[in-house]
């Protein structure tokens, strides 16, 4: 099933996610019940995550390697990842999470300028209606 998600960043015009649970049904789960929560927002070259969230899921069939827009979960550091491109350990062509995640769903509306934003910024993740 899919589920759009809105994650809502002071001075900025947010950002929606669309959740699906067809790779990992119990993180995508977990996630939709903890809703809604706040959490600090880090930028890791071209990825945006978030503190270690209300979350609490080992690999659910984990990738080490994920496409541009990609939404995931990191078991190792508890955050949720958004992908907008290279992280500092990625090689060219691919992008490189700091270890393996489990795959939720993609970004909607992808606008890398939400890069210059999003550090230390408290976030809300919300159900959208």
Sequence with gaps: MKYMI???????????LELNDE?????????????????????WGDEIYTSSS??????????????LNDV???????AICLFYGPTPMSKPD?????SPVNMIGKIINPDKSILDNAEGKLASFRLKS
């Design 6 to 16: 809105q994650i809502d960043i002071p001075n900025s015009a947010g950002v929606t």
């Design 23 to 43: 790779n990992s049904p119990k993180t995508v789960k977990s996630l939709l019940d903890n809703l809604p929560f706040i959490l600090e927002l880090n930028v």
């Design 54 to 67: 209300p979350i609490t899921m080992s690999e659910e069939n984990a990738k080490s390697q994920v496409s």
């Design 72 to 78: 995931a979960y990191w078991p190792e550091g508890k």
């Design 94 to 98: 691919e992008i490189i999470p700091a």
